[in-house]
């Protein structure tokens, strides 16, 4: 394999691994509708903050979600919403194979 394509795969593959956990993904689909303060995030999943903040975190690492700081609380966003494309395909083909 090339060195180049090698290197673009694994960028994919780390995404992908940012995506792979239940509460990340509860994150991602609830920022899909609107701009949240991790407070809000932190109740949604019932984690306490720091919990949240470091899934928050592989989050921002991998691109997914972007932050701005509103006094003391960060309010966090959706950076690229077409990764619930693939979350849906994966929910899709989760329900066929039931």
């Known amino acids: ?4 394509l090698k290197k673009a795969y694994a ?3 780390s995404v992908l691994k940012a995506m792979a956990h239940p509460t990340r993904l ?4 609830s920022l899909k ?3 949240t303060c991790v407070c809000e995030l932190r109740d ?13 975190l592989v989050l921002r690492n991998a691109g997914l979600v972007a932050a ?10 959706l950076t690229c919403p077409c ?6 395909c994966l929910a899709a083909l989760e329900r066929k194979n039931v």
């Not at 006094?71 to 966003?77: Q, V």
């Not at 990764?83 to 849906?88: G, H, I, N, P, R």
Request: without cysteine; aromatic residues 6%.
């Open 1 to 4: 394999m090339k060195p180049d």
């Open 11 to 13: 960028a994919q593959a």
């Open 26 to 29: 509860l994150i991602l689909n």
């Open 33 to 35: 509708k609107r701009e």
């Open 44 to 56: 949604l999943v019932g984690d306490d903050l720091s919990t949240v903040s470091k899934h928050l």
């Open 68 to 77: 701005r700081r509103e006094g003391n609380w960060l309010h966090y966003r």
């Open 83 to 88: 990764v619930l494309d693939f979350a849906a």
